[in-house]
T-cell receptor, first 116, second 113 residues
């Protein structure tokens, strides 16, 4: 089954404790992206990756890191989480991130993160 | 001004009616447009895409695009209680570095039986 797999689904952590949210896709998609979703603000892009070893900042990258060492994986790292990073996080992938395309995104199931 | 604007709702319609969801965008050069449906606590699911002016129909869903007015809409015919969800409009713009997809905050739709 074609899918984007995120783990964990739920996570409660304390301020300053480093954490990683994993994301893996099995569709050989070039493009992957991380979003956070907050009430009233919609989906905001954190980081994206056009392909292996190619990553760039989205609209809200502060406090986050990513890497793309393999095509299928795109982990999100919070080096020192703070309460304002409490949110619902989604990983998404698409066949390509370039050109006039109608490729929609496939989203993972989401990770609800609470930082206390 | 937000790049993609939607009325937050909730939009309430009776079962069997037509639900009309609207979205405006600010970047005149945007090229492709998407509608996603998101059930509470779930991930967004792509339901329609459109990139030419006019209408595009898929089952009970019709997407409408007017690039001159920078306006895209989604019509849901014969609305069902199972259509109750948040509908996200997403606008794609080709940038020098690649595509940029921006989401609206979503419209809550409630279909009452």
């Amino acid at each position: 089954e074609a899918q984007v797999t995120q783990n964990p689904r739920y996570l409660i952590t304390v301020t300053g404790k480093k954490l990683t949210v994993t994301c893996s896709q099995n569709m050989n998609h070039e493009y992957m992206s991380w979003y956070r979703q907050d009430p009233g603000l919609g989906l905001r892009q954190i980081y994206y990756s056009m392909n292996v070893e190619v990553t760039d900042k989205g609209d809200v990258p502060e406090g986050y890191k990513v890497s793309r060492k393999e095509k299928r994986n795109f982990p999100l790292i919070l080096e020192s989480p703070s309460p304002n990073q409490t949110s619902l996080y989604f990983c998404a992938s698409s066949l390509s991130g370039r050109g006039l395309t109608n490729y929609g995104y496939t989203f993972g199931s989401g990770t609800r993160l609470t930082v206390v | 001004q937000k790049e993609v604007e939607q009325n937050s709702g909730p939009l309430s319609v009776p079962e069997g009616a037509i639900a009309s969801l609207n979205c405006t965008y600010s970047d005149r050069v945007s090229q492709s447009f998407f509608w996603y449906r998101q059930y509470s606590g779930k991930s967004p699911e792509l339901i329609m895409s459109i990139y030419s002016n006019g209408d595009k129909e898929d089952g009970r869903f019709t997407a409408q695009l007017n690039k001159a007015s920078q306006y895209v809409s989604l019509l849901i015919r014969d609305s069902q209680p199972s259509d109750s969800a948040t509908y996200l409009c997403a606008v794609n713009t080709i940038m020098e570095y690649g595509n940029k997809l921006v989401f609206g905050a979503g419209t809550i739709l409630r279909v009452k039986s």
